[in-house]
Structure formats: structure tokens, C-alpha cells
């Protein structure tokens, strides 16, 4: 019986190799390897990509947040409200600057943060918020800006999963002082190794993080600030560059394996599973395709025997993981992230998934749970 991987980045490459392997000789035979023109322009193609004026390349996306937080002045004595339900590099990141994460509850449909409880988490020594747009489902940023505005926080979006999300018809990252994008491989605008980027209406911001990506300078041996090494390279860039030009297709994809995914789940009358939502008015980008039920290890497992690859993203609320415990880090209760990370199962989405694949997944999971 075939396999049916998580995702499969080796059929995307076969998908558009002339192409990609034309990019990466070309970076070779220029003999520029980083800070170059490949990565210049992917700044400018993601700026205008995500409908943002600026854009400045890092090393990762974790970079991209860490050095975001540094351009907004954040640091020891600062509060930061993220949620408690996300990946680890959200929550690294806020306490890497030395400021302390405030980790509050999520929604239950869409599993990003609730900002009932971001109100009732603040205090005055919040300085941030860090709205995470989950699988690729936008927060509520419509609402997230109106109440950081009015309180004074700065607003980070953890874009690494949502490239191309939308709200109203905006593309997210472009909301808050800074969106970060991860180009981690597994990722929908993903690279060949690692890298990430800030996109951002605020050319301060921009020319900041510019600065603290190499050692805090814009020439050779000029340091104005405590920097790092935070560059991205070009054979990176110039993979981007050629994914970039896909990658609406590659959403679009996504989408339509969703839509079959939700029609063939649904006629299976599933007892215990629930889908993935999108609310009105809202773009999901489907990084991941989670659904929800009590029997998740019994079905992960089951579709594993039949060669089917699944993911639990996340078995835990961060607040529950031995290097997010307080005092670093305050948790306000989390019952909600807490049921969910017992209850999440990611199947198999990537562009190249093909039809008979999901009908095969949707069947094999019908048979390890209650039908009615
Ligand atoms: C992947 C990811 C990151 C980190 O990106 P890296 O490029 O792996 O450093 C941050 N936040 C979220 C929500 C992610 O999924």
C-alpha cells in the first residue's frame, strides 16, 4: 500500500526543478552568498506581496520575532501577550529579549488567541502583543488593532504560518508594526534551510532590524547597536524568489484540498470529529488542515498502520512545557488550550496531495471512529 507522507517537498521540486535549479546556479556562479541582490529583491517582492512598503530578510523566522521585539525597544521589565497555544519560537523569542510572555487562553474554533482574555491579562507593564494566525486562519486583527491602539502596545504578527492569509481582504503582517515570516522548509513559502523575514509599513522598524541582522551596523566594522548574525543568504533568496512566484497557486491548492477534505468528512457523518473553521470575511491559508476529536491517538494511530502520516500540532499548551513555567513566564488558566492539545490531529496538505489521497485519508479515519 502507498504511503501517504505529511508533505511532500520533493514532488513540489520535481514540480518546478528547471526553474529552482536555474536560480541556484545562477547565485553560484555570481559568487555572492549573502547580502546580496537575490535578497533585496525578495525584500521588495514580499513587501509587496504582503501589501507592506518595507521588508528586511533574517536567518529564521524565530530571528525575525527576536529581532522585531529589539526594533521596538522591548526588553527586561516589559510584559508580552501571546498566546499559550503555539509554536515554542513565539514564546522563545519574548523571553530571549528578556521581557516576560504573558500567555493567555485561545478561541476554541480557530485556536488563536482570545482577546477577552488578552484584556484580562494586561497590566501596566504590557508593551506587546504577538497575535499568532494558527494553521493559517487570521487572528481577529481587525479588533486586536483597535484595542492595542488603544492601550499603547506594540502589535507583532507571527506570520511563519499564514503567508497570504486575509482579513477583509488584507493580507496579514501587514496589520501590525511588524508581520514575521518563517521560510522554514515545511512552511507555504518554504526555502531549502532555514530563513525569515519582517515585513512592515514603518521604515524605522525596517532600517532597525537591518541594522541588528549584522552586528549592528549598515557598513563593515560600524557597530551602532548590540547586533548579531541574522543574514539570509542568497541561494535562499534566489529559491524564494522562484517559490514566491507559485505560491498563489500553490494556496489555491490548498484551499481546494480543504473544501474536498470538509465535503468528504462531512459525508462520512463522522460522530466525533469536528473541522477546521474559517470565519466570515477571513482567507485561511491551510499550513495546516487540523481537525479535532476525543479519539485522537486511537485514529492517529490507525491511520499510521494504513501508512497514512499525521501530526499533533501541539500536544500541550506551552505553559504545561518544563522551559515555559512561571516565574519567566506568567499563564493565565488555559482550559480551553489545554482540551484542544489533547484533541488535534493534522492530516496530510500540501499542494501536490491529490484527490484518491484524501479520499484514502477521510476513509481510513471513518474507520477508527463513530459513525452515525
Ligand atoms: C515555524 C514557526 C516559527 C519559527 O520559525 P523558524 O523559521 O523555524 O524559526 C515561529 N512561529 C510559528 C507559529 C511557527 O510556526
Not at 236 to 259: E, F, G, I
Not at 313 to 335: G, H, I, K, T
Request: glycine share 8%.
Amino acid at each position: 500500500m502507498p504511503q501517504i507522507p505529511f508533505i511532500d517537498l520533493r514532488a513540489q521540486y520535481l514540480s518546478i526543478k528547471p526553474e529552482i535549479d536555474a536560480a541556484i546556479a545562477r547565485v553560484v556562479d555570481s559568487g555572492q552568498f549573502v547580502l546580496g541582490p537575490e535578497g533585496e529583491a525578495l525584500e521588495q517582492e514580499l513587501a509587496a506581496y504582503c501589501g507592506t512598503r518595507h521588508a528586511a530578510a533574517v536567518a529564521s523566522g524565530t530571528d525575525a520575532l527576536i529581532l522585531s521585539l529589539r526594533a521596538c525597544g522591548i526588553g527586561p521589565g516589559d510584559e508580552v501577550i501571546t498566546t499559550a497555544y503555539t509554536f515554542a519560537a513565539t514564546v522563545e523569542a519574548i523571553l530571549l529579549v528578556g521581557a516576560t510572555p504573558v500567555l493567555v487562553d485561545i478561541d476554541p474554533k480557530i485556536c488563536t488567541l482570545d482577546l477577552n482574555q488578552a484584556a484580562a491579562a494586561a497590566t501596566p507593564k504590557t508593551k506587546a502583543i504577538i497575535p499568532v494566525h494558527l494553521y493559517g486562519h487570521p487572528c481577529a486583527m481587525l479588533e486586536l488593532m483597535t484595542m492595542a491602539r488603544q492601550r499603547g502596545w506594540r502589535v507583532i504578527e507571527d506570520c511563519a504560518q499564514a503567508i497570504g492569509a486575509t482579513v477583509q481582504g488584507r493580507r496579514v503582517g501587514s496589520f501590525g508594526d511588524a508581520g514575521c515570516l518563517s521560510f522554514y522548509p515545511t512552511k507555504n513559502l518554504g526555502g531549502y534551510g532555514d530563513g525569515g523575514m519582517v515585513v512592515t509599513n514603518d521604515a524605522k522598524m525596517a532600517e532597525q532590524v537591518r541594522v541588528l541582522r549584522n552586528h549592528g551596523g549598515r557598513e563593515r566594522y560600524q557597530h551602532l547597536a548590540l547586533g548579531t548574525n541574522s543574514r539570509l543568504d542568497e541561494l535562499q533568496a534566489a529559491v524564494l524568489r522562484v517559490k514566491l512566484r507559485h505560491l498563489d497557486a500553490w494556496t489555491q491548492a490548498r484551499k481546494t484540498h480543504a473544501a474536498a477534505y470538509a465535503n468528504a468528512l462531512t459525508a462520512a457523518k463522522l460522530e466525533d470529529a469536528t473541522l477546521p473553521s474559517t470565519l466570515p470575511g477571513y482567507g485561511h491559508v491551510y499550513h495546516l488542515y487540523v481537525i479535532q476529536t476525543p479519539h485522537r491517538d486511537r485514529a492517529q494511530q490507525h491511520l499510521a498502520e494504513q501508512g497514512i502520516a499525521t501530526q499533533v500540532a501541539y500536544p500541550s499548551a506551552l505553559c504545561d512545557q518544563p522551559a515555559f513555567r512561571e516565574p519567566s513566564v506568567r499563564c493565565a488558566p488555559c482550559p480551553i488550550a489545554r482540551r484542544v492539545a489533547q484533541r488535534v490531529l493534522a492530516l496530510p496538505m500540501y499542494p501536490e496531495l491529490s484527490d484518491e489521497q484524501i479520499e484514502r485519508v477521510v476513509k481510513t479515519l471513518a474507520e477508527s471512529l463513530k459513525t452515525n
